[in-house]
């Protein structure tokens, strides 16, 4: 299979599955992703495949999502568990894997780690976890910030974020998941 012919083919199924705001969101994300891949030399097509489809499952039912992770044989940690809204990141790996056949593990990795980060990511998984954080339709408080972060380096974009992330998790008394944990860690221990 052809990726880059497949491409056209991703973002009539995310237009097809999606409310038109997180459609407009998802197209968003793969414009940011494609910017970039561009700038920090990563393949633009994987790019945009993974950022066209990181939201993929994000509005289904979450019986439904739970049916695709039993169905892709995958258990849960207790953070995720008890997170909603973590879940379609992990669906969205396997739908992609499962319905979509895409082999590629950078891509998959890119999609599964959107919500979380992840000590070791790979620069594909580090541009989908940023372009999600700075797509054009965003507009909270300090996203300029974020953006400006990110034209630094992406590791300076990640801790920013992380650090917007964590915080608000605390503040709202929700769990943080060890893997943002470790991603934060990570990128400050190697500043």
């Known amino acids: 299979m052809d990726m ?8 009539e199924l995310a237009k097809s599955r999606l409310s038109e705001r997180r459609y407009t969101h ?12 561009v700038k920090y030399g990563e ?6 495949t993974a950022g066209i489809l990181h ?5 289904e039912k979450t019986e439904n999502q739970l049916q695709i992770l039993k169905s892709g044989g995958i258990i849960l940690d207790d953070v995720s568990k ?22 590629d593990e950078d891509i998959l ?9 992840r000590a ?3 620069l594909l998984e580090k541009i989908i976890f940023i372009a999600d954080f700075i797509s054009d339709e965003r507009d909270y408080d300090d996203v300029d910030v ?18 917007f992330v964590i915080p608000d998790l605390v503040a709202r008394k929700k769990a943080i998941h060890p893997d943002a944990l470790a991603a934060y860690n990570e990128l400050v221990l190697n500043k």
């Open 43 to 48: 393949d633009v097509v994987k790019a945009e």
């Open 120 to 122: 070791n990511m790979s």
């Open 4 to 11: 880059k012919n497949d491409i056209k083919e991703y973002y």
């Open 82 to 103: 008890n997170s909603p809204s973590l879940l379609h990141a992990i669906t969205g790996m396997v739908y992609s894997r499962d319905a979509l056949s895409i082999k």
């Open 146 to 163: 974020m953006r400006a972060e990110c034209e630094k380096s992406l590791e300076d974009g990640m801790v920013y974020g992380l650090g």
């Open 26 to 37: 998802s197209v968003n994300v793969a414009k940011a992703a494609v910017k970039l891949a």
């Open 109 to 117: 990795n890119a999609i599964r780690y959107h919500t979380t980060g």
């Open 55 to 59: 939201d993929i499952t994000k509005e």
